[in-house]
């Protein structure tokens, strides 16, 4: 279509527009230069007529609405497109790892997001992994390093948050593999780490899945990767002194034939079509790495105090220069046909050298640039100097915290300077003189020329109060909207600190009057996923009722989208919003959200409502969690048990999902029974009937459930206890499981009393168990009042060889922590005098002395336990709510350990319900706490 200049007749223009045949708009030839000319239309007259007409035409052309927010958590992955003009910036996961991450492409034109895709299964890179977000040549196709150990294929401009093609062929670690996207876009070189002498493969990356690596004969059909099997030349074996060739870093040619990579202090260049290495040479590791120029004619590195400039289709060195002690960053830039390289050596760097830039053009030296830039971390995407797009600029986050735009022709010269957001780790320079400032969570986007910010974000913040379309029973309506009707993204988005807001994709928007100004400054309609367009131009409202806004709707709130009188007919906002939204909206008719109530909540949570608790949370858990629930309703059985309530210990046994762990808890509840005295009660738990303890035995869990049937009978006085402890004394494997083997039949043995028996075998060889096992032993000796036997697990000296002979059972500090937090100094000095004073011992003491005083009758918490518990509530509150499973765990275990279990009961409650690890876990943690003073499993 044809754009004229607007500024002189805004009319006209319009005029223009209308007479515009828009069925033949294409947005990638059409919308830039019409949003240009908009651009400076506006600069002259402000919004007109002719912007809100062109915004109706942008709207039927599919138009959705983008807010910039939903990333659950920090960015750990960036990537500038080859033509400079979009961004994509990858989170990893926060608490829910199928949730995943979130990948977002910005464009920088406008400094908008103008596409999302959410629910990247495990999120996008990893902490301390740099290159996890890689474009191809044409910008139509990113891979991401993601889910852990997997490198996928996506369209960055399409909707389907599926890869295009994945693929997993490492040996399995836990940690993204190094790749490199080839230029086509179409496959992988991927590091694997196995296999063959170059540890590396080329992945199909088209379409489908690859799992395999084709071995030596041959694919059986499914797809598999290509690995470099060509073998190393002796020379390089040598060199390596027998190892493979690892290549983590690598990157591919333009023309696809090569790839050149680094690792371990050698770089190299490997033919893809054959595997073969065509040169390989010492280089630099670290921050003296190799960097390769733009036009992979060089590559730089430091070594052995130089700055050497290789030959990248060679290998050879062309260039040594003076070694830059310190140096962070190699720079490659390109002015013209001179190829030119900035080295940074940051402030507070290793070497004590004063920081500076330098800068080298074909290899001679130019000027320093008496600049401070931070040092940034080597194991990020972020880069202190970025090079403009002509090599005549550059763009310099500085150790101040500033960006500076420099002019670096025959005399460098400060064009401007721009401030940084705060916790900026990166600066990038694109396109059309725009300039990025990245950070894990912010992104600023200025222009070169005049220092005009155009955009500003912080992510992961959370405002106080109820998120808009949030009920009072925990239901989201949001998530229910992205869920259910395809949405990319949560619509609800943090406006600023103070300010929630909700932008559905088809326009619909709910934000407090007073903050509707701010919306432009966060929402744009985006076109094919690429082309972003101001809601300014459409007119946005000063009242809800405002006439002249054009594709925009927006209540003041979530009650006000559902029935506040907006406009002029009275008629209710869900009426206005339409279907489906007024079906999602319908509950908020006439709610009012539920104030805060004050926190924390009274302290009347007893030790029964935790026990409930405990046993209401593994109801909904599926079988894979059996043996962990198993486990704990058996602990928390024998619990009850020692506290004198059996009653309590039946709804729990009875709820042991497996049945040799139920026969085996009910044996021991009897024995704990019977050995206080009461043996009456213990037969309601175990009648000596053995054929249901044989029909549970199996070659794996005899050792287990023999010594607690042997308990109960010897506890009860039964003489059939011996021949079911040695039967559980001959089942204790001497490989697989000695120890926890071990562990079950002597506690068994001196919990019934058989207490010479029990004291022996822990004393037999086979090895230490784990503090796994043996911190629970610690505090069972403790607990049950044998600290005799506790004693003699503790190596001491011997008098008499005048050696050590050292047990090693409680060497750690985990020992440490319970002699402290059980009030026993007398037991930590007698261990200091094995183990010294490490561990913070004096500390330690201190706190088991303060415990041995403690009065039990004192009111907890304390004034100052109730401030930290409080303080630390006010932080998690101000937590991402996709990062708060973890702080509201150990702030429970915090609330619990200072003995305030309501507390400790309203955070638990919060947790994950379909995960042992959630609520299931922490609830046992509690109750073991608030019943022993100790977060271990009782015995």
């Not at 294409?26 to 239309?41: I, K, T, V």
């Not at 259910?484 to 943090?494: N, R, V």
């Not at 029964?608 to 894979?624: K, R, Y």
Request: net charge negative; charged share 25%.
């Amino acid at each position: 279509m044809a754009i004229t200049n607007p500024s002189a007749d805004p009319g006209a223009f319009l005029t223009t527009l209308r007479a515009t045949d828009w069925a033949a708009f294409e947005p990638a030839r059409d919308l830039p230069p019409l949003r240009a000319a908009l651009a400076r239309l506006e600069q002259t007259h402000g919004i007109t007529e002719a912007h809100r007409f062109a915004t109706e035409r942008v709207k039927e052309l599919g138009a959705v609405l983008r807010h910039p927010d939903g990333h659950p958590a920090q960015i750990y992955g960036h990537a500038l497109s080859p033509c400079g003009r979009y961004l994509a910036i990858g989170s990893w996961c926060g608490d829910d790892y199928d949730r995943g991450g979130v990948l977002q492409v910005w464009e920088l034109a406008g400094a908008r997001c103008v596409n999302v895709l959410g629910q990247i299964m495990g999120g996008v890179g990893w902490p301390g992994y740099t290159r996890t977000v890689q474009w191809s040549a044409d910008g139509e196709r990113l891979a991401l390093a993601y889910n852990t150990n997997g490198v996928g294929a996506w369209d960055p401009f399409g909707a389907d948050s599926e890869p295009c093609a994945e693929a997993y062929v490492t040996d399995g670690g836990s940690r993204p593999p190094g790749f490199a996207f080839a230029p086509d876009g179409m496959r992988a070189y991927i590091a694997t780490g196995t296999s063959y002498e170059v540890m590396g493969c080329v992945a199909p990356l088209d379409e489908g899945e690859v799992y395999e690596i084709e071995d030596e004969d041959g694919g059986d059909g499914e797809r598999v990767a290509s690995p470099l099997t060509a073998p190393l030349p002796e020379a390089v074996k040598a060199l390596l002194g027998g190892d493979d060739l690892f290549v983590r870093e690598a990157r591919w040619s333009r023309d696809g034939r090569r790839l050149y990579g680094h690792a371990r202090g050698w770089a190299c260049a490997v033919d893809v079509a054959d595997g073969r290495v065509l040169w390989f040479t010492q280089a630099g590791v670290g921050r003296d790495a190799p960097a390769w120029s733009r036009d992979e004619k060089y590559f730089a590195h430091q070594l052995h105090g130089q700055l050497l400039v290789g030959d990248a289709m060679t290998g050879w060195t062309v260039a040594t220069l003076p070694g830059h002690p310190g140096a962070s960053e190699l720079a490659w830039g390109a002015y013209g046909a001179v190829t030119r390289l900035a080295v940074v050596v940051p402030e507070g760097n290793d070497a004590n050298a004063r920081p500076q830039v330098t800068v080298y053009d074909q290899g001679r030296h130019r000027y320093d640039l008496d600049l401070a830039l931070p040092q940034l971390d080597p194991d990020a995407d972020g880069v202190a100097w970025a090079w403009s797009p002509d090599g005549l600029h550059a763009a310099a986050l500085t150790a101040r915290g500033q960006v500076e735009v420099w002019n670096l022709g025959d005399v460098p010269s400060l064009i401007g300077t721009v401030e940084a957001p705060a916790d900026a780790d990166g600066v990038l320079w694109g396109a059309d003189g725009v300039i990025v400032v990245v950070g894990p969570a912010v992104l600023r986007f200025f222009q070169a020329a005049t220092g005009r910010v155009t955009g500003d974000f912080v992510f992961l913040r959370t405002p106080p109060g109820p998120r808009p379309l949030e009920l009072d029973d925990g239901v989201d309506v949001g998530e229910e909207v992205r869920d259910e009707e395809g949405a990319s993204i949560d619509p609800t988005f943090a406006l600023d600190d103070e300010t929630w807001a909700v932008a559905f994709e088809t326009g619909q928007v709910i934000a407090p009057p007073g903050r509707v100004h701010a919306l432009d400054g966060a929402l744009a309609w985006t076109v094919e996923r690429r082309f972003g367009w101001p809601v300014r131009w459409g007119g946005l409202p000063a009242a809800p009722d405002a006439a002249g806004a054009v594709g925009l709707e927006i209540a003041p709130d979530a009650a006000g989208a559902v029935g506040l009188e907006i406009a002029p007919d009275a008629a209710t906002a869900a009426d206005r919003f339409g279907p489906p939204l007024n079906e999602y909206l319908a509950p908020f008719r006439d709610h009012t959200p539920t104030a805060d109530e004050p926190w924390p909540p009274p302290n009347t949570t007893t030790l029964d409502d935790l026990f409930q608790t405990a046993l209401d949370s593994v109801a909904p858990l599926h079988n894979g969690w059996d043996h962990h629930v198993s486990q704990s309703l058996r602990h928390a059985a024998r619990l009850r048990a020692r506290l004198g309530r059996p009653d309590g210990a039946r709804p729990l046994l009875d709820a042991i999902p497996s049945p040799d762990e139920q026969v085996r808890g009910r044996a021991e509840v009897a024995m704990i029974l019977a050995a206080a005295g009461r043996r009456q009660d213990a037969r309601t738990f175990f009648d000596g009937e053995e054929a249901q303890v044989e029909e549970v035995l199996d070659e794996y869990n005899v050792a287990f459930v023999a010594s607690s049937v042997a308990g109960a009978y010897a506890a009860m006085g039964d003489p059939r206890a011996e021949a079911w402890f040695e039967r559980a004394r001959a089942a204790i494997e001497p490989e697989t499981n000695p120890g926890e083997h071990r562990l079950a039949v002597a506690w068994a043995m001196i919990e019934c009393r058989w207490e010479q028996e029990g004291r022996a075998l822990l004393r037999e060889g086979g090895g230490v168990p784990s503090s796994f096992y043996t911190v629970p032993l610690l505090a069972y000796l403790i607990l049950t009042r044998r600290d005799h036997i506790a004693r003699e697990l503790i190596p001491l000296r011997d008098a008499a060889a005048e050696e050590w002979q050292p047990q090693g059972w409680f060497d750690g500090w985990e020992a440490v922590e319970v002699f402290a937090r059980l009030g026993r100094p007398d037991l930590l000095r007698e261990w200091a005098q094995v183990y010294g004073d490490g561990y913070a011992y004096e500390d330690h003491l201190a706190q088991a002395e303060a415990n041995a005083r403690r009065d039990p009758a004192r009111a907890r918490p304390n004034e100052g336990e109730l401030a930290a518990l409080t303080d630390a509530y006010a932080t998690l509150r101000k937590t991402p709510r996709t990062q708060r499973e973890h702080p509201t765990e150990l702030l429970a275990v915090q609330a619990a350990e200072c003995g305030h279990l309501g507390a400790a009961l309203s955070l638990i409650e919060r947790l994950p319900r379909d995960d042992f690890n959630g609520r299931a876990s922490n609830a046992f943690r509690a109750l073991w706490i608030a019943a022993t003073g100790l977060d271990v499993e009782p015995w």
